[in-house]
């Protein structure tokens, strides 16, 4: 049986599918991942969250990096994989999609918002630290060129990107909606994610320690390999379009 077969089978007998998804269903996109040669992290320092919030040149510095696309986490397009996804989704199968990214791209291949938990954060609009009112970029980049230390118009809290920093702490609520899913899927399938990054990389853990199926589609393998029904290393776009015309027939 093929490597697509084995998974729509997976998926066929299953009634509340949980999707995490990380970096490599975004490097199709074009989108760098972080920790390997060429990625994020290989071409700039991160900026911690203590840093940032202490010092006025390195908020600067992050706002350079946002309004210059220095990291190129926004501004790409979805993918096979994304809208193989989506359309996971719009069957009815999964009842969530479980997110590392910042890229928006599962919302922009169709994905309402309502289902995507995003653990990480998004880079696409900025979040007040103190009242978390949204700001739009193009909102703030006047202010930025006029050398503002751009705060909140209504609280006066800091402004940062709407991601996850190091040294930030997660959303809490994010994550226990997660834990939540993850509880009562029946199926949980990772899909281009190193797994190696935690608190996030315990969700499929949690789904299979709760009785559900695991696979774990990746280019490389992953600690969890061990832990998983189904392993498949290759890449994701072309695997998940296969699955999904398996699904269709």
Known sequence: MSDAAQLAEMIKGANRVLIFTGAGISTESGIPDFRSPGGVWSKMTPI??????ASRDQRRESWRRVFNKTAGWTGAKPNTGHYAVAKLVDMGKVSCVVTQNVDNLHQHAGIDDDKVIEIHGNASYAKCLNCGKRYEFDDLKPRYEADEDLTCLFCEGLLKSATISFGQAMPEAKMALAEAE???ADLCLAIGSSLVVYPAANIPIIAKQTGAQYAIINRE???QDPYADLVLNTEIGPLL???IELLDA
């Open 48 to 53: 911690y969250f203590q840093d940032f919030v």
């Open 182 to 184: 993850a509880e009562v």
């Open 241 to 243: 379009s296969e699955v």
């Open 221 to 223: 393998s992953t600690d």
